[in-house]
């Protein structure tokens, strides 16, 4: 069963609407990010934070990291974002290039791309043996659930477009001449190979899927709708892991 197809791609918000459950959400990721990060509450520090960003080309990951790190200190988060492994990088296993970037206790990190291209662009494209990113799977599920176990919540989104809609966001990009540089030849020939990169995906969301690492799919066509999903997705993760901890999510405040 696919779980791409079973994405409501309809799902959309009015702008009104959008901004008043934006608004509201940003509110309560601002209460939880100080709660963890030790500024309010019993000031003490609380889990790691880590939000994995990964999807389609031009499916809205920028923006929806915008709105939710906007409204947080710049000095309570870090986003990170990752592109193809340098030369250095190749030399070490390729999980290594990742952990200097991962959150300790009251941190948070925001990660734009992940140590996901293993198997997604470097399957698809070949720049990984079939055995090596086979064994993939296991490996980052491993990590994943290491750092669920010394404490880490770990929220990990696809943000999920349409053909049709990716298209679309393409050619908007290659008209306006202040957002063209975010299209390159390379975005082109992975939407021919969609096909591929779609059985990818499903492989990842079924062997990567845990309980200490359960994805999120984002019904991305309508970017509102995606920007209020994460930021709401991301608050209830940060509640849960606070609960399983023990700690109250809304103790007083003074």
């Avoid at 990990?156 to 063209?180: G, I």
């Avoid at 992975?190 to 990842?204: G, H, I, P």
């Avoid at 079924?206 to 994805?215: F, K, L, N, S, V």
Wanted: proline content about 6%; charged content about 30%; some cysteine.
């Amino acid at each position: 069963m696919s779980r791409l197809d079973d994405v409501d791609l309809t799902l959309h918000l009015g702008k009104k609407e959008y901004e008043k459950l934006l608004t509201a959400a940003q509110e309560r990721l601002v209460h939880l990010r100080l709660l963890l990060g030790g500024q309010i509450g019993p000031k003490e520090l609380g889990p790691p934070l880590c939000v994995v960003f990964e999807g389609w080309d031009a499916s809205g990951k920028g923006g929806a990291i915008q709105r939710l790190v906007s409204e947080l200190d710049p000095r309570h988060v870090r986003v990170a974002q990752f592109a193809a492994p340098t030369h250095d990088e190749k030399r070490h296993h390729f999980l290594w290039r990742f952990w200097p970037k991962l959150p300790g206790w009251g941190g948070m990190a925001v990660l734009d791309r992940s140590w996901y291209g293993r198997v997604l662009v470097e399957r698809v494209e070949g720049f990984s043996s079939v055995d090596t990113w086979q064994r993939a799977y296991s490996e980052i599920v491993d990590m994943e659930t290491s750092l669920a176990a010394e404490g880490t919540i770990l929220v990990k989104f696809w943000m999920h477009v349409s053909p049709e809609e990716q298209l679309r966001r393409f050619e908007k990009r290659r008209d306006d001449p202040y957002k063209m540089w975010k299209l390159t030849d390379e975005d082109w020939r992975n939407r021919e190979k969609r096909a591929e990169y779609e059985l990818a995906v499903e492989d990842m969301l079924e062997r990567t899927d845990h309980p200490a690492g359960p994805w999120h799919v984002v019904a991305a066509d309508d970017k509102r709708w995606a920007r209020v999903d994460v930021v709401r997705t991301v608050c209830q993760a940060m509640e849960d892991g606070l609960a399983e901890r023990g700690i109250d999510p809304d103790p007083p405040l003074s």
